[in-house]
């Protein structure tokens, strides 16, 4: 048997679960991001801790690609779709009340119905989206 490869998913996955856990035992918050960015503007007082969690998720990514030289990516659209895709996602999250991080991660981990609701709808819409795209447009 050989031993877990902690430098990509698994190693993500466990840090952003380590994450999750503590901003909720520290802090009561959940680890939602589009959460934690929707909220910058509620309350003055409470912009401190969400822009520091946002920066390390900036800060947390280029440590990493400095570190292995890079990250490997592939757009596989122009400009124009990237920006339709993120309005869409922007606009899920909304109407859902939450985002895969949120729901996903967070709110499964807390046996949340709604948050299993919510997960069951992004993977199915997921699934078909990747289907439709590479099977039947292409």
Do not use: E, K, N
Request: some cysteine; glycine content about 24%.
């Amino acid at each position: 048997m050989t031993a877990p490869d902690w430098s990509g998913g698994l190693g993500g996955g466990a840090l952003i679960g380590i994450a999750a856990a503590l901003l909720l035992w520290l802090d009561g918050r959940i680890a939602g991001i589009s959460g934690i960015l929707g909220g910058i503007g509620d309350a003055p007082g409470d912009r401190g801790w969400r822009f520091a969690f946002l920066g390390g998720l900036v800060l947390g990514a280029g440590g990493y690609a400095l570190a292995v030289g890079g990250l490997a990516q592939a757009l596989q659209g122009g400009p124009l779709l990237m920006a339709a895709a993120g309005l869409l996602v922007g606009f899920g999250t909304r109407l859902g009340s939450g985002c895969t991080s949120g729901h996903g991660v967070c709110g499964i981990a807390r046996l949340s119905p709604r948050s299993l609701a919510a997960t069951a709808t992004f993977m199915a819409a997921g699934f078909v989206t990747v289907f439709v795209t590479r099977h039947v447009l292409s």
